[in-house]
């Protein structure tokens, strides 16, 4: 029997959200709505399509470019860096995951929030380190709480923000106060998978601890607005000295060509980012209205999903599936639900609607 270290027996995986295939196989129904990963409901942009040509699918028995240069070079224009200080990853997920085995070793701590990115708290175990968990204070990231949870050993501060699941931000001057007591030895690592959804003017600005030099990493994706989650790239932003170290960890070839190209052709579309964060504010103010018509307390989301509270989240849950409405159960009394198209979002409220009027 082959043995492995107990940090990692204890592991408990990933569990993504129910595919809609898979769902209408087991139910036996049809026509169900996807709403539990967060997805951009309007799908990729046309431009991101067209650049998946023909000539480029021709090309597919050779490796991509390892360095993925021309969407470094677009995105260090788009931002005003240099491109030695952007990583490109197989999402953004696997660039925490990297960050975590370059700086941290088994012994050594990261200090998170919770509830949090649940992905933090599992790399973190396999690297056999431990993970100090901060809770929420009025669902947000106490940032005072967690620069006094900081030790000796601690090597990584994880921050979301927006943070997933409740869609809260941590403000600009929490953010300067966490940054000036952070030991120069930790690496605060800032994901920002949803900022492009952030409308709040009070929302901290990472670029500017990432300009003054500081030891952060800054986290994007193309998974959320842009929709191509399927395509799995996103991208980090740090001094070249950190990226330097994370490229000898990080896998060759971890962007696929098809990929870059389509992520290329999707920062260049404005248009459908702005499309896209016009949807998701619709829908958001949709939600609330009709969430607190039914009674539903929820959390105002700086993102593109809505955490809400019911009794018995895990009957709710299976209820919605059984109504064809996928979500993503939170614990035992919290659900988090995707800002859909406007007919998805209103198929979801219907079968909330007439869940928690049979259980009344």
Known sequence: MLKVPEYIAE??????????EELERELGIKDSVKLASNENPLGPSEKALEAIDERLLRSLNRYPDGGGYYLKEALAQRLGVAEEEIILGNGSNELLDVAVRTFMKPGENAVMAWPSFVVYPMSVQAQGGTATMVPLTDF???????????TPE????????????????????????????????????LDEAYYEYVTGTSYG????????????????TFSKIYGLAGLRVGYGIARWEI?????????????????????????RDEEH??????????GKEFLYGELGSLGVRYVPTEANFVYMFVQDARKTYEALLMRGVIVRPMGPEALRVTVGL?????????ALGETLKERR
């Open 140 to 150: 947000r990231h106490d940032l005072e709480a967690m620069a006094l949870a900081v």
């Open 243 to 267: 990226l330097a170290e994370m490229n000898k960890v990080r896998e060759p070839f971890n962007t696929s060509t098809v990929a870059q190209a389509a992520a290329l052709a999707a920062l």
């Open 154 to 189: 601690t090597k990584i501060i994880f921050i979301a923000n927006p943070n997933n699941p409740t869609g809260t931000i941590n403000t600009a001057a929490e953010l300067d106060a966490l940054m000036a007591r952070v030991p120069e030895d930790v690496l605060v690592v």
């Open 273 to 282: 980012v702005g499309r896209s964060r016009r949807i998701n504010g619709e």
């Open 205 to 220: 600005d990472s670029m500017k601890h990432f300009r003054a030099g500081r030891n952060v990493l800054v986290l994007r």
């Open 342 to 350: 406007p007919e998805e979002n209103r198929r979801f409220v219907a």
């Open 11 to 20: 592991l408990k995986p990933y569990v993504p959200g129910k595919p809609v």
